[in-house]
C-alpha cells in the first residue's frame, strides 16, 4: 500500500515538474517572441527595464555618449538611474554600466553633459579635461511630503571618459527658486560672452543662467511666457546655434506634456537670437519638430562643432508604460541632423536621419513581392503633389498607413489597425502633420524598425514618428495612388545588419 502511495506522488511531482517546465518554457518562448517581433534592430534599446528621456550626451574622441532615464529594475518609471551606452557611427550602440545612482539629494533626473576642456570647474585630474554632467535631482521624499522644492539642479564629474561619475560634494549647485517643477538643465559653452549657459525648464517657461566655472550660477533671464504653447508642463529644454545663409540663428527647443499636435509628448522649438543672457524669437508662430506622436524630450550632443545631432525618446507619456514589449520599454528615436529653412519668411528647423545612418543600396519595389525585412528606409524622391497611401501589412491583415492628403495638404500615419493596441484606448488613431513646404513636388524619406515608422518628407520639413505593435510582422508593401508612376519610384533598402 505504501508503496503505491509512493508511486503515485512520485507520478504527481514527476507531473508536476514537467507542467512547471512546460510553462516555463511558454512563458520563455512568449519573451523570445515578443524579442523577435518588438526589439528594434537599428534604434537603441535598454536591454532590460524602463527608459525615457535621452540625457547627458557628448562626443569626445570619435564617440557618442548616450545616457538615459533608466530604471532598471521594473519596465515603469520608477527610481531614476542614468543608463550609459557609446556608439562611434550612431546606429550600433554597446551597452556600458549604469552610470548614475540615485543619492540622498534625490533622484537622478534629466540633464546634459559638457566636456570641461579648460578645466573651468576644477575638477579634473592630471592635466587631463573632466566630463561634467548637470541634471535634476528630484527628492520623493520632498515631494511626498508636500514641499514645493524638491527639484534641484546637481553636478557630477568623470576623470576616465565618461564610465565612473563622482558626485560634487557641494551639489545642489542651484537651488529650487520656490517652485514645483525646475527641471533638465541643459549645458552649452557660449562662445561669444564666454561663459558656460544652462536652460532648465520651470513650469511653463525656461530660465537661463550662466557661470565660469559650472559650479557657481547666476540667473540671467526668462523666456516662454507669452510664446508657443501651454497645454502641459515644459520639459527638456535646449539651445544650440545654427548657420543659415552665412548668418548664426539660435534655435531654443522645449518638450511640452500634454499638448503635442497628435496628444500627449511633443517637442515644439524658436528660432531667434541669443546673446548670452536672453533668448529672443524672431517669431510668434508655435513650431513642432515632429508632428507625430513618438518623440519627446530630445535634445542634441554637445561637443559636436557646428554638427548638431539630436536624438528624442520614441515614445508618449500618454501610454509609454502600458506598451506590449516584455523585457523593456522603450526605443530612442534615430538621431536626427539639424538644419534651418526658410519658407515664405519663417525660418524652419528640419530634421533629417544623419548621415551615419546607412542601408544596403535600394531596390525598386517592383521587385519586391511578399518579403520585406524588419528593417529598412523608405524612399520616394521628387514626386507630384498627389493622394498616395503607402500600406505595410501582415498576415493578420493588419496595416500600418502612410502618406499624403492633398486636399488638406497634410502628411499622415494611421495606426488605427496597426496591430496591438488593446493596452489604451488613445493609441489606435490617425495622426496628422501639415505639409510646411510649398515646393511643387514633394520627397520622403521613412525608416521603418519592426515597431516603428519616422517619416522625413521635404528634406525634413515635416517629420512624423509612431511607434505600432503589429502581432506578425509585416511582409507586404503596397503603393496606393491614382498617379501610377509613383510605385516604379519607391524603393527599399534593408538595413545592413553589423
Ligand atoms: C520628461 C521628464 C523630465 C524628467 C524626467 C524624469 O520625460 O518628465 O522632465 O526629468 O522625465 O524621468
Same mark, same amino acid.
Given at each position: 500500500m505504501r508503496a503505491i502511495a509512493k508511486c503515485t506522488m512520485l507520478f504527481v511531482l514527476a507531473k508536476l515538474f514537467v507542467l512547471n517546465a512546460s510553462a516555463q518554457n511558454h512563458a520563455q518562448l512568449q519573451i523570445d517572441s515578443n524579442e523577435m517581433l $518588438?526589439?528594434?534592430?537599428?534604434h537603441f534599446t535598454p536591454l532590460k527595464g524602463w527608459m525615457n528621456d535621452p540625457n547627458g550626451m557628448f562626443y569626445l574622441d570619435g564617440v557618442y555618449h548616450l545616457y538615459y532615464q533608466h530604471y532598471p529594475n521594473a519596465t515603469v518609471w520608477g527610481p531614476m538611474h542614468w543608463g550609459h551606452a557609446t556608439s562611434r557611427d550612431l546606429m550600433h550602440w554597446e551597452h556600458k554600466p549604469i552610470a548614475i545612482y540615485p543619492d540622498s539629494i534625490g533622484m537622478i533626473f534629466s540633464g546634459s553633459a559638457v566636456v570641461d576642456k579648460n578645466n573651468s570647474s576644477g575638477?579634473?585630474?592630471?592635466?587631463k579635461a573632466p566630463l561634467i554632467a548637470i541634471f535634476t535631482q528630484h527628492n520623493m521624499d520632498g515631494e511626498k511630503a508636500g514641499k514645493i522644492d524638491f527639484q534641484n539642479q546637481s553636478i557630477a564629474y568623470s576623470n576616465d571618459g565618461g564610465i565612473s561619475w563622482k558626485m560634487y560634494a557641494?551639489?545642489? !549647485?542651484v537651488k529650487n527658486p520656490g517652485i514645483k517643477d525646475f527641471r533638465d538643465p541643459k549645458v552649452i559653452w557660449h562662445e561669444a560672452s564666454k561663459k558656460w549657459v544652462m536652460i532648465v525648464a520651470v513650469k511653463n517657461k525656461v530660465s537661463l543662467y550662466s557661470s565660469s566655472n559650472l559650479i557657481a550660477w547666476s540667473k540671467e533671464s526668462d523666456f516662454g511666457t507669452e510664446l508657443g504653447s501651454h497645454d502641459g508642463v515644459w520639459e527638456c529644454p535646449d539651445l544650440f546655434s545654427l548657420e543659415y545663409n552665412k548668418k548664426q540663428y539660435w534655435v531654443l527647443t522645449v518638450s511640452i506634456n500634454?499638448?503635442?499636435?497628435?496628444?500627449g509628448s511633443a517637442t515644439q522649438y524658436f528660432v531667434g537670437n541669443f546673446d548670452g543672457k536672453q533668448f529672443t524669437a524672431n517669431s510668434t508662430k508655435t513650431k513642432w519638430?515632429? $508632428?507625430?506622436a513618438d518623440n519627446y524630450a530630445g535634445v542634441t550632443w554637445s561637443n559636436t562643432g557646428d554638427r548638431k545631432i539630436s536624438i528624442g525618446w520614441m515614445s508618449n507619456w500618454l501610454y509609454a508604460q502600458q !506598451?506590449?514589449? !516584455?523585457?523593456w520599454r522603450s526605443a530612442t528615436t534615430t538621431a536626427r541632423a539639424l538644419s534651418l529653412q526658410t519658407v515664405k519668411g519663417e525660418m524652419y528647423l528640419s530634421s533629417l536621419p544623419v548621415k551615419e545612418v546607412k542601408f544596403a543600396a535600394s531596390k525598386s519595389i517592383q521587385g519586391i513581392s511578399e518579403k520585406i525585412a524588419s528593417a529598412y528606409k523608405i524612399n520616394i524622391p521628387s514626386v507630384s503633389l498627389q493622394d498616395f497611401t503607402i500600406s505595410l501589412s501582415n498576415k493578420q491583415g493588419e496595416h500600418i498607413d502612410f502618406g499624403y492628403d492633398q486636399k488638406t495638404n497634410q502628411f499622415f500615419i494611421d495606426r488605427t489597425n496597426a496591430g496591438n493596441h488593446d493596452f489604451n484606448s488613445e493609441f489606435a488613431v490617425k495622426h496628422f502633420a501639415p505639409r510646411i513646404s510649398n515646393a511643387h513636388s514633394t520627397n520622403l524619406e521613412i525608416i521603418i524598425d519592426k515597431a516603428s515608422i519616422e517619416m522625413f518628407a521635404d528634406n525634413g520639413l515635416t517629420v512624423m514618428t509612431d511607434i505600432f505593435f503589429p502581432t506578425s510582422p509585416y511582409t507586404k508593401i503596397n503603393v496606393i495612388s491614382k498617379d501610377r508612376s509613383l510605385k516604379e519610384k519607391v524603393t527599399i533598402s534593408n538595413y545592413l545588419t553589423p
Open positions: $518588438y526589439r528594434p534592430a537599428q575638477l579634473g585630474i592630471n592635466g557641494g551639489n545642489p !549647485v500634454p499638448g503635442g499636435p497628435n496628444k519638430m515632429d $508632428y507625430g !506598451v506590449p514589449t !516584455v523585457n
